[in-house]
């Protein structure tokens, strides 16, 4: 690549100045040879400047994506400053229209999009579904004008609230998600139709992304990623929940790294779409901002890996109360997984979560495979001080 005018040179072709002790140096040039220096001088400018441009570029920041659940009141008690998106959870259909369910959701869609008074690049996203949100998704999309119509509604949506697009958190197309919400086969290229009828109506400026279960069998079977990625500007792997609250065997619910005994982890999911082709920048890794609890599960490897019953979940802000030494609760760290546990041996409790560490480890991660970034669910969890987004924004600041 060349400047432009990087050829543009002195008028006086006859001469080259030189400083030389003082002196003014003339060289004459005889007239056949302008040419031939005319060239050379552009060449080597062209080369520099080339050289100059060509060097690998200052890293870009990574997205750092807050899901946000609660209401108008705490909006602003968080830094928004280290977010770069922020996605509303949750909106939900209504017919073949995307909604928002009553004025308390409203207050907090314009809480949100306040924030960018704060921070001008911050884009606020626009969220369907959730867990237990989209009981009529398959049914509703599988029809080409309900796609259209849901477009334009979206469309709509942010054109209201200045919002900058849409994340859709259907769980899940083509497999089973929320128990008896309907999923069929066809979800999977209707889901592709629908991110691509997203793009089309909402245009390049508006962001389309989605989020993405962690785990094998949504990697494998739920969507066709080298076509629906082609229109989503980036996919929010949910590397967390990867053991849930259906599992009877304890684990690492947002493990960085697998291990002997557990395959599913951050790096199982990043690795397996970058052998798909999936560009890097398109991949969002997820944190949990709160801990799985299991009860009832035996003292051996100090709960990891036992049997157990699936009991709670408790956010990051309550942990030194709810998780507390006094209370019994001894902290371990799994050195290949990345991840840290509790295990408290008198009530026979584990606890699977991520702390300041293993979130610092997960953003290097995220710089180091040069991913799109790190989004969590989500920020209510966190306390407005000293947190796990602090922690993220630790790595990022270096």
């Not at 909006?75 to 369910?101: M, P, Q, W, Y």
């Not at 960085?256 to 557990?262: E, G, I, P, V």
């Not at 398109?282 to 699936?310: C, D, H, S, T």
């Not at 560490?357 to 180091?368: C, F, G, I, P, V």
Request: charged fraction near 20%; glycine fraction near 8%.
């Amino acid at each position: 690549m060349t400047l432009p005018g990087a050829c543009s040179l002195p008028h006086k072709w006859g001469q080259v100045f030189a400083l030389q002790s003082g002196w003014k140096m003339h060289f004459c040039i005889k007239p056949s040879m302008r040419s031939l220096l005319r060239i050379t001088f552009c060449c080597l400018l062209s080369i520099a400047s080339g050289f100059a441009f060509s060097q690998p570029a200052a890293t870009q920041p990574l997205t750092v994506t807050a899901y946000y659940a609660g209401n108008a009141a705490r909006v602003d008690s968080f830094e928004a400053e280290k977010l770069t998106h922020i996605i509303f959870s949750f909106c939900h259909l209504k017919g073949n229209r995307l909604v928002v369910d009553d004025a308390q959701d409203t207050a907090t869609i314009r809480k949100l999009v306040g924030l960018k008074k704060r921070n001008p690049s911050l884009k606020v996203l626009l969220s369907l579904g959730g867990w237990g949100g989209c009981e009529t998704c398959s049914d509703v999309f599988a029809d080409d004008n309900n796609r259209k119509v849901f477009a334009r509604s979206v469309l709509e949506l942010n054109n209201y609230f200045g919002t900058d697009g849409i994340d859709l958190d259907w769980e899940y197309p083509t497999i089973p998600g929320y128990p008896g919400h309907k999923y069929q086969p066809a979800d999977k290229d209707n889901f592709t139709a629908l991110v691509k009828e997203l793009r089309n109506t909402l245009g390049d400026k508006t962001e389309v992304t989605f989020a993405a279960g962690g785990f094998t069998k949504f990697l494998v079977e739920a969507v066709d990623w080298k076509e629906v990625m082609k229109y989503a500007d980036r996919v929010n792997l949910m590397t967390y929940d990867l053991i849930h609250g259906y599992d009877t065997v304890t684990g690492h619910h947002t493990a960085l790294y697998s291990t002997s005994k557990q395959v599913f982890s951050t790096d199982n999911a990043v690795q397996y779409l970058v052998t798909l082709g999936i560009p890097r920048n398109k991949l969002v890794i997820g944190a949990a901002f709160y801990a799985r609890v299991w009860e009832n599960v035996p003292a051996m490897n100090n709960g990891l890996y036992q049997p157990g019953k699936f009991k709670t979940s408790v956010g990051y802000s309550s942990f030194p109360t709810a998780f507390s030494q006094k209370e019994g609760f001894t902290m371990y760290r799994d050195s290949i997984a990345r991840a840290p546990y509790m295990y408290n041996a008198s009530k026979k409790l584990f606890v699977t979560y991520d702390d300041a560490e293993s979130l610092r480890a997960k953003t290097q991660y995220a710089l180091d495979q040069r991913l799109s970034g790190i989004m969590f669910w989500q920020l209510t969890h966190d306390t407005y001080r000293n947190g796990l987004l602090d922690a993220i924004h630790s790595v990022i600041r270096k």
